[in-house]
């Protein structure tokens, strides 16, 4: 696999509001890049158990797709559960990769860098067979289903879709103060995947008590 890491896409076809959500996002992580991995650790559940039951649910994927890969924690998990595979992390923020990239380097050119919004399939002759989304869809709003019907078009035959994220949250003090940071959690990114996917995992779990909940799914196209 050849070096992906300075691709970029523009995104002519998204609605402004689209577009300047995610330019939004840009520009939060810019900021918070270079602390990502020392306080998301606190919040942002499920994302180790989420690539063990994707393993569960397939041994053995050949290339593998993971959307909003941020500084590259789930890259690296996924190289060491699938070593045989060809994986690529897409995100918007060039601050985000500039993290990743040390975490991937060991692994060469299995583990490829595409930096661009998920706006259009990134598969052109190669579908991928695991897309994993961990923490993402809910950041983006709008726009979330456009990126499941991508994913759709990316997945292959036998693909899977892998996804923990923010589910919703039974306070409204909590729900704003989440809105402050980009995230929605409303339970709008569980329906739209039921809508996209057969699920084989759908399991919803307690972040702190019940101060929030956070969903991990694993479906195949329907």
Known sequence: MTSLTTTSTVAADLPSEATGTQDALAGYYRWHASIYDLTRWAFLFGRNALVKQAHRQMMMPARILEVGCGTGKNLVTLAERF??????????????????????????????????????PVALNQKFDLIVMSYSLSMINPGYDEV?????????????????DFHQSRWAWFRRWMGVNHVRME?????????????????VQHGYGDLWRYLTFIGKRS
Do not use: N, W
Request: aromatic share 4%; glycine share 6%; charged share 30%.
């Open 187 to 203: 339970g709008q990114v569980l329906e739209q995947l039921r809508q996209h996917f057969e699920p084989l995992v759908c399991e």
């Open 148 to 164: 499941l019907r991508i994913c759709r078009e990316d997945l292959s035959d036998r693909g899977l879709v892998a996804v923990v």
């Open 83 to 120: 070593p045989k595979a060809q994986i690529i992390g897409l995100d918007l923020s060039r601050d985000m990769l500039d993290r990743a990239r040390a975490k991937v380097k060991p692994y060469g050119t299995r583990v490829g860098l595409l930096h661009r919004r998920y706006d259009a």
